[in-house]
C-alpha cells in the first residue's frame, strides 16, 4: 500500500502550515512567534501521521494480529518534530516551506521542550523499543503515566546539583490527542466483601484515569502505534457545597487529591523507596492499561480463549508488576471467569524483563502497606502463592524442604513482605535479563529455584538502541556517509553495517569520517563553553563518560583516574601527553548523597586541572549540567573514547555503550553487561577491556579477603591521589570529600575502584599509545560502527516477537 498518495503533497505543505497557524492558533503570520510556528509546524505533523495511524489500527483489527501492551513506568522520548518529520520523509520539503514563510525548521527543533518522563536507560530503553515496534510493523501500545512533572531539571551550583521542577507540560504539548471516552476508575482502600462466589471493593477512593495518547511513527514502514499515558481526574470535580460556604481551597482538593498520583517522575530508578505514593502510580497505571487492554481485546473478541492469541502484556522491570493481581481481580471478579481458567490465561499473556540484580533496586512492599491500599490484591495475591506453596510441596522426590521459603512470594522472614520479582517470575511464561551475562546471573543468582523448577521461562534478548535517534538524526552526517559506503540497506537491517568493515582500510573512508568526527566535536566544544564557560581544544581526544551518576558505575574510578593523571603530567610535564576533554554528565537521585558529592568533585577537580598552566590544554574535565536525550544528541556523536567502567556484575547491559560505539567512539570498559558482547562483536584489538570478570569479583567477595587499604598501601599512586582527597586539595573546606575517602578505604571500596585501579590506568595507558597513531585509531573507530550492528533494537524487539512474546507484524 502506497500511503505517500494519501499525504498532502509536499507543495501544499506551506498552506497546512498557515492554515494550522492561522485558523488552528488563531495566530496572523505577521505576529507569529517562534513558539507559535513550532506549534502550527508540529500540529501539521500530527496531522499527517494520523491518517497512517488509523489505518493501523484497522490493519491490526482486520488481520486479527495480536497487540503488545508494554507496560512502562518510564518513557524517556527524545523530541517529537525531527523524528515525526523523518519519519514522514518530508524534512526537507518542510525546511523549504518554513523558509518561504521567513522560519527557520532548525530554530523550531531546538525550541522543542524535551521530554523527561524517565529516569535513564529503562526509560530510553522502552522509547527505543517504540520506536522499532512501529518501524517493524509490530502492534503495540506503550502504557505508562503522563507525569504532570518529568525528571527533574539539573542546576549545578558552585559544584552542586540543584533539582528544579521539570514543567514540561507549561507550553501545551502539541503531540498529545486527550481521549476522554477512554477512562477507567481506579479504587484504592476500601474494604473486601465475599458474598458467596461473589468478592465485591468496596468503600476506599476511586479517581478516573485518563488517556493521552500520543503517535508512534514508523520510520520505513507505515506504521504509527501509540502511547498511551494515564492522567488523573477526580471522580467529583470539586465540593460544591464546601466552596459556597466560602472554603475555596478546601473545595479544590478533589482535584489537587486526584492529581498527586499522576504529579511527579519518582526520580530513581536504582533503588526503591518504600514510599507509599509510589505504589499509588503502580497501581493507578497498571489498573488503567489492563482495563484498557481487556475492553480492545474485548471490542474485537467474545470468547477469552483467544486472549492469549491476541494479546501480550509485557513487564518493564517489577513497577508494573502489579499487574498478574489486577489482570486475576478483573477476570475473577469483573468478568467472572473460574480462577483456574483466569490463572491459566494470566501466565500465558505476561511476560517481564529483569533490569537489575542490585538488592536495594528490587521492589518488596510490606504486607501491611499493600493490604491497607489494595486489600483484595493481597488476597489475590496470598492465593495465588499459597496455589503455588501445594505444587512446591508436590514435587516427586522433593530432596529440598526449605525450597518453598526461597521461592515464596510473601517472604515470612521478618516483617512480611511481598517480593515482586517472585511475582513476576512466578506469573510469567518469559523472563528475560538484557544482555547474555546479565540474563544468566538473573538464572544464577537472582532466580536459581525458580529457573530449576521453571527452566523454560528463562531468556535472554540483547537491549538495542534506535538507530533513526542515534544515528540518523544525532549524526546525518555519518549517516550519509555510510549510506554513500554501502548503500542504505542498513537502514532496514543495522546487521549490515559489518559490510563497512572493508572500509576501514581505504584512507579517503577514514578521512571522511575523521571530518565528520571533528566537526561533531567543534559543534560540541561551542556548545561547552557556552553552557559552562570552558574552551576545550577540539583536537583534543573527547574522553565521554555520560549516564545516571551511580556508585556502581564508578564515576568515581574515572575521576581517581584524572587526579592520578594530572599528577603524572606535572611530574613529568615533558613527556608526550596525548590531550584530553574528560567529559561528563548526568544525574543524581535527589536523595543520593554521595553521589551528589561525586559530581560536586568532578567540578572542584575540573576548576583546579582546567587552570593549570603546566597542563594547559593537555587536560580538561568539564561536567555539562541537565544530561538529557538532547544532550546525549550533542554529546555522543562527538566522542572518541566511551567509558563504560562499572563493577563487573552490576551493569545489567547498558545502552549508552552502544550509542557511543554506533558513533566511532572506542570502548574502555569492563567484562560488564553488553560490553562483553560489544567486544565480540568489535574485537579486541578495537576496544579496551580492563578489570576483574565477574568470576574474579565472585571469587573475591567468597573469599572475604578483598581489603582497598591494603591495596591503597601498597600503591603509591593511589596514596597519593587519596590523600589529595582526604587534604582537601581540591576544595575550600578540607572535609569536604571526607566521605569519599572513607567509602574507598574504611567502608572497604563496596564497588571494588581500588582493586580495579591498576589495570585501568594500563588500560588509559594503552589508549593514549593508540591515540598518538591517529590513522590506526580512525580504522578502529570505523570497525566499532561496523561492528555496532547487533545492538538496533529492531534486532532486540524481533527477539521479543520471536522468543517471548510469539507476534506477528503487519504487512509492510
Ligand atoms: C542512553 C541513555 C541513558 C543510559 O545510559 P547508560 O550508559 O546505559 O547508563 C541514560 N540517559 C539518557 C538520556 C540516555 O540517552
Given at each position: 500500500?502506497?500511503?505517500?498518495?494519501?499525504?498532502?503533497?509536499p507543495?501544499?505543505?506551506?498552506?497546512?502550515l498557515?492554515a494550522?497557524l492561522?485558523?488552528?492558533?488563531g495566530?496572523?503570520?505577521?505576529?507569529?512567534?517562534?513558539?507559535?510556528?513550532?506549534?502550527?509546524t508540529?500540529?501539521?505533523?500530527?496531522?499527517?501521521?494520523?491518517?497512517?495511524?488509523?489505518?493501523?489500527?484497522?490493519?491490526?483489527?482486520?488481520?486479527?494480529?495480536?497487540q503488545?501492551?508494554?507496560?512502562?513506568?518510564?518513557?524517556?522520548?527524545?523530541r517529537?518534530?525531527?523524528?515525526?518529520?523523518?519519519?514522514?520523509?518530508?524534512?526537507?520539503?518542510?525546511?523549504?516551506?518554513?523558509?518561504?514563510?521567513?522560519?527557520?525548521?532548525e530554530?523550531?527543533?531546538e525550541?522543542?521542550?524535551?521530554?523527561a518522563?524517565?529516569?535513564g536507560?529503562?526509560?530510553?530503553?522502552?522509547?527505543?523499543?517504540?520506536?522499532?515496534m512501529a518501524?517493524?510493523g509490530l502492534?503495540s501500545?506503550?502504557?505508562?503515566?503522563?507525569?504532570?512533572?518529568?525528571?527533574?531539571?539539573?542546576?549545578?551550583i558552585?559544584?552542586?546539583?540543584?533539582?528544579?521542577?521539570?514543567?514540561?507540560?507549561?507550553?501545551?504539548?502539541?503531540?498529545e490527542?486527550?481521549?476522554?471516552?477512554?477512562?477507567?476508575?481506579?479504587r484504592?482502600?476500601?474494604?473486601?466483601?465475599?458474598?458467596g462466589?461473589?468478592?465485591h471493593?468496596?468503600?476506599?477512593?476511586?479517581?478516573y484515569?485518563?488517556?493521552?495518547?500520543?503517535?508512534?511513527?514508523?520510520?520505513?514502514h507505515y506504521?504509527?502505534?501509540?502511547?498511551?499515558?494515564?492522567?488523573?481526574?477526580?471522580?467529583?470535580?470539586?465540593?460544591?457545597?464546601?466552596?459556597?460556604?466560602?472554603?475555596?481551597?478546601?473545595?479544590?482538593?478533589?482535584?489537587?487529591?486526584?492529581?498527586?498520583?499522576?504529579?511527579?517522575l519518582?526520580?530513581?530508578?536504582?533503588?526503591?523507596?518504600?514510599?507509599?505514593?509510589?505504589?499509588?502510580?503502580?497501581?493507578?497505571?497498571v489498573?488503567?492499561?489492563?482495563?484498557?487492554?481487556l475492553?480492545?481485546?474485548?471490542?474485537?473478541?467474545?470468547?477469552?480463549?483467544?486472549?492469549?492469541?491476541?494479546?501480550?502484556?509485557?513487564?518493564n522491570?517489577?513497577h508494573?508488576?502489579?499487574?498478574?493481581?489486577?489482570?486475576?481481580?478483573q477476570?475473577?471478579?469483573e468478568?467472572?471467569?473460574?480462577w483456574?481458567?483466569?490463572?491459566?490465561l494470566?501466565?500465558?499473556v505476561l511476560?517481564?524483563?529483569?533490569?537489575?540484580?542490585m538488592?536495594?533496586?528490587l521492589?518488596?512492599w510490606?504486607?501491611?502497606?499493600?493490604?491497607?491500599?489494595l486489600?483484595r490484591?493481597?488476597?489475590?495475591?496470598?492465593?495465588?502463592?499459597?496455589?503455588?506453596?501445594?505444587?512446591?510441596?508436590?514435587?516427586?522426590?522433593?530432596?529440598?524442604?526449605?525450597?518453598?521459603?526461597?521461592?515464596?512470594?510473601?517472604q515470612e522472614?521478618?516483617?512480611?513482605r511481598?517480593?515482586?520479582?517472585?511475582?513476576?517470575?512466578?506469573?510469567?511464561?518469559?523472563?528475560?535479563?538484557?544482555s547474555?551475562?546479565?540474563?544468566?546471573?538473573?538464572?544464577?543468582?537472582?532466580?536459581?529455584?525458580?529457573?530449576?523448577?521453571?527452566?523454560?521461562?528463562?531468556?535472554?534478548?540483547t537491549?538495542?538502541i534506535?538507530?533513526?535517534l542515534?544515528?540518523?538524526?544525532?549524526?546525518p552526517?555519518?549517516a550519509?556517509?555510510?549510506?554513500?559506503?554501502?548503500?542504505?540497506?542498513?537502514?532496514?537491517?543495522?546487521?549490515?553495517?559489518?559490510?563497512?568493515?572493508?572500509?576501514?582500510?581505504?584512507?579517503?573512508?577514514c578521512?571522511r569520517?575523521?571530518?565528520?568526527?571533528?566537526?561533531?566535536?567543534?559543534?560540541?566544544?561551542?556548545l561547552?563553553?557556552h553552557?559552562?564557560?570552558?574552551?576545550?581544544?577540539?583536537?583534543?581526544m573527547?574522553?565521554?563518560?555520560?549516564?545516571?551518576?551511580?556508585?556502581?558505575k564508578?564515576q568515581?574510578?574515572?575521576?581517581?583516574?584524572?587526579?592520578?593523571?594530572?599528577?603524572?603530567?606535572?611530574?613529568?610535564p615533558?613527556?608526550?601527553?596525548?590531550?584530553?576533554?574528560v567529559i561528563?554528565?548526568?544525574?543524581?537521585?535527589?536523595?543520593?548523597?554521595m553521589?551528589?558529592?561525586i559530581?560536586?568533585?568532578?567540578h572542584?577537580?575540573?576548576?583546579?586541572?582546567n587552570?593549570?598552566?603546566v597542563?594547559?590544554?593537555?587536560?580538561?574535565?568539564?561536567?555539562?549540567?541537565?544530561?538529557?536525550?538532547?544532550?546525549?544528541e550533542?554529546?555522543?556523536?562527538?566522542?572518541d573514547l566511551?567509558?563504560?567502567?562499572?563493577?563487573?556484575?552490576?551493569?545489567?547491559?547498558?545502552?549508552g555503550n552502544?550509542?557511543?560505539?554506533?558513533?566511532?567512539?572506542?570502548t574502555i570498559?569492563t567484562?560488564?553487561?553488553?560490553?562483553?558482547?560489544?567486544a565480540?562483536?568489535?574485537?579486541?584489538?578495537?576496544?579496551?577491556?580492563?578489570?576483574?570478570?565477574?568470576?574474579e569479583?565472585?571469587?573475591?567477595?567468597?573469599?572475604?579477603t578483598?581489603?582497598?587499604?591494603?591495596?591503597?598501601r601498597?600503591?603509591?599512586?593511589?596514596?597519593?591521589v587519596?590523600?589529595?582527597?582526604?587534604?582537601g586539595?581540591?576544595?575550600?573546606?578540607?572535609?569536604?570529600?571526607?566521605?569519599?575517602?572513607?567509602?574507598?578505604?574504611?567502608?572497604?571500596d563496596?564497588?571494588?575502584l581500588?582493586?580495579d585501579?591498576?589495570?585501568?590506568?594500563?588500560?588509559?595507558?594503552?589508549?593514549?599509545?593508540?591515540?598518538?597513531?591517529?590513522?590506526?585509531w580512525?580504522?578502529k573507530?570505523?570497525?566499532n560502527?561496523?561492528?555496532?550492528?547487533?545492538?538496533s533494537?529492531?534486532?532486540s524487539?524481533?527477539?521479543?516477537a520471536?522468543?517471548?512474546?510469539?507476534?506477528?507484524?503487519?504487512?509492510?
Amino acid at each position: 500500500m502506497n500511503f505517500q498518495e494519501r499525504w498532502p503533497q509536499p507543495s501544499s505543505l506551506k498552506q497546512a502550515l498557515l492554515a494550522r497557524l492561522v485558523l488552528g492558533l488563531g495566530v496572523s503570520q505577521e505576529q507569529a512567534s517562534l513558539r507559535d510556528w513550532f506549534q502550527a509546524t508540529a500540529l501539521t505533523v500530527r496531522e499527517l501521521l494520523t491518517a497512517r495511524w488509523h489505518e493501523t489500527n484497522r490493519q491490526v483489527r482486520d488481520h486479527g494480529l495480536k497487540q503488545v501492551s508494554y507496560l512502562s513506568m518510564e518513557f524517556l522520548l527524545g523530541r517529537g518534530l525531527q523524528n515525526g518529520l523523518m519519519a514522514l520523509n518530508i524534512l526537507d520539503e518542510c525546511r523549504e516551506a518554513l523558509a518561504e514563510c521567513g522560519v527557520r525548521l532548525e530554530d523550531l527543533i531546538e525550541l522543542e521542550v524535551t521530554p523527561a518522563l524517565g529516569n535513564g536507560g529503562l526509560g530510553r530503553l522502552a522509547a527505543c523499543f517504540l520506536d522499532s515496534m512501529a518501524s517493524l510493523g509490530l502492534p503495540s501500545i506503550g502504557y505508562g503515566i503522563r507525569y504532570e512533572f518529568g525528571m527533574f531539571r539539573q542546576e549545578v551550583i558552585d559544584g552542586w546539583q540543584i533539582e528544579r521542577p521539570d514543567d514540561w507540560l507549561a507550553d501545551s504539548n502539541p503531540w498529545e490527542f486527550m481521549r476522554p471516552e477512554r477512562q477507567y476508575l481506579v479504587r484504592f482502600g476500601g474494604r473486601v466483601v465475599h458474598e458467596g462466589n461473589r468478592v465485591h471493593w468496596l468503600d476506599g477512593e476511586a479517581v478516573y484515569a485518563i488517556a493521552y495518547d500520543t503517535l508512534v511513527p514508523g520510520h520505513g514502514h507505515y506504521a504509527v502505534n501509540t502511547l498511551r499515558l494515564w492522567g488523573a481526574r477526580p471522580v467529583e470535580p470539586m465540593d460544591l457545597a464546601t466552596f459556597n460556604r466560602g472554603a475555596f481551597m478546601e473545595a479544590l482538593s478533589p482535584q489537587l487529591r486526584a492529581r498527586t498520583v499522576v504529579r511527579v517522575l519518582y526520580p530513581d530508578d536504582s533503588t526503591i523507596e518504600g514510599r507509599e505514593l509510589r505504589l499509588r502510580q503502580e497501581h493507578f497505571f497498571v489498573s488503567a492499561s489492563i482495563q484498557d487492554t481487556l475492553r480492545r481485546f474485548r471490542a474485537d473478541y467474545d470468547d477469552w480463549a483467544l486472549l492469549p492469541d491476541k494479546i501480550s502484556i509485557h513487564l518493564n522491570d517489577t513497577h508494573p508488576a502489579l499487574a498478574p493481581a489486577e489482570l486475576m481481580r478483573q477476570l475473577v471478579d469483573e468478568h467472572l471467569l473460574a480462577w483456574d481458567d483466569a490463572w491459566d490465561l494470566v501466565t500465558r499473556v505476561l511476560s517481564y524483563t529483569n533490569h537489575t540484580l542490585m538488592p536495594e533496586a528490587l521492589e518488596i512492599w510490606p504486607c501491611d502497606m499493600m493490604g491497607r491500599l489494595l486489600p483484595r490484591h493481597l488476597q489475590i495475591i496470598e492465593e495465588i502463592n499459597r496455589r503455588f506453596g501445594q505444587q512446591v510441596e508436590a514435587r516427586p522426590g522433593d530432596n529440598q524442604p526449605d525450597l518453598f521459603a526461597k521461592v515464596s512470594v510473601i517472604q515470612e522472614d521478618g516483617e512480611r513482605r511481598v517480593n515482586m520479582g517472585r511475582l513476576s517470575v512466578l506469573s510469567s511464561h518469559k523472563v528475560n535479563g538484557v544482555s547474555r551475562l546479565h540474563s544468566r546471573l538473573v538464572r544464577e543468582r537472582l532466580f536459581p529455584e525458580f529457573a530449576e523448577l521453571f527452566p523454560e521461562r528463562f531468556a535472554n534478548v540483547t537491549n538495542g538502541i534506535t538507530p533513526r535517534l542515534w544515528l540518523n538524526l544525532a549524526n546525518p552526517k555519518l549517516a550519509t556517509l555510510i549510506n554513500e559506503t554501502i548503500g542504505d540497506g542498513w537502514q532496514r537491517d543495522l546487521s549490515r553495517l559489518a559490510d563497512l568493515r572493508p572500509s576501514a582500510e581505504d584512507d579517503a573512508f577514514c578521512g571522511r569520517l575523521a571530518d565528520i568526527k571533528a566537526l561533531n566535536k567543534q559543534r560540541l566544544a561551542k556548545l561547552i563553553a557556552h553552557r559552562v564557560g570552558i574552551e576545550v581544544n577540539p583536537a583534543a581526544m573527547f574522553d565521554v563518560q555520560v549516564k545516571r551518576i551511580h556508585e556502581y558505575k564508578r564515576q568515581l574510578l574515572n575521576l581517581l583516574h584524572v587526579i592520578a593523571r594530572w599528577n603524572a603530567m606535572r611530574a613529568a610535564p615533558e613527556q608526550d601527553w596525548p590531550a584530553r576533554v574528560v567529559i561528563m554528565a548526568g544525574k543524581a537521585a535527589s536523595a543520593y548523597h554521595m553521589a551528589k558529592l561525586i559530581i560536586k568533585l568532578a567540578h572542584d577537580i575540573g576548576r583546579r586541572i582546567n587552570n593549570d598552566p603546566v597542563t594547559g590544554d593537555r587536560l580538561k574535565l568539564v561536567f555539562l549540567p541537565d544530561y538529557s536525550v538532547s544532550l546525549a544528541e550533542y554529546i555522543i556523536p562527538a566522542a572518541d573514547l566511551s567509558e563504560q567502567i562499572s563493577l563487573a556484575g552490576t551493569e545489567a547491559s547498558g545502552t549508552g555503550n552502544m550509542k557511543l560505539a554506533l558513533n566511532g567512539a572506542l570502548t574502555i570498559g569492563t567484562a560488564d553487561g553488553a560490553n562483553v558482547e560489544i567486544a565480540e562483536q568489535v574485537g579486541p584489538e578495537d576496544i579496551f577491556i580492563f578489570g576483574m570478570s565477574v568470576e574474579e569479583v565472585a571469587a573475591l567477595d567468597a573469599s572475604g579477603t578483598y581489603s582497598s587499604r591494603e591495596i591503597y598501601r601498597n600503591s603509591q599512586q593511589l596514596q597519593e591521589v587519596i590523600d589529595q582527597l582526604g587534604a582537601g586539595q581540591f576544595s575550600s573546606d578540607p572535609a569536604c570529600f571526607w566521605p569519599i575517602v572513607d567509602s574507598l578505604l574504611d567502608g572497604n571500596d563496596h564497588f571494588k575502584l581500588l582493586a580495579d585501579f591498576d589495570s585501568y590506568w594500563q588500560a588509559q595507558r594503552a589508549v593514549d599509545r593508540a591515540w598518538r597513531d591517529q590513522p590506526a585509531w580512525l580504522r578502529k573507530a570505523a570497525r566499532n560502527i561496523a561492528g555496532a550492528g547487533r545492538f538496533s533494537s529492531d534486532r532486540s524487539i524481533r527477539d521479543y516477537a520471536s522468543r517471548i512474546w510469539n507476534a506477528g507484524y503487519l504487512p509492510a
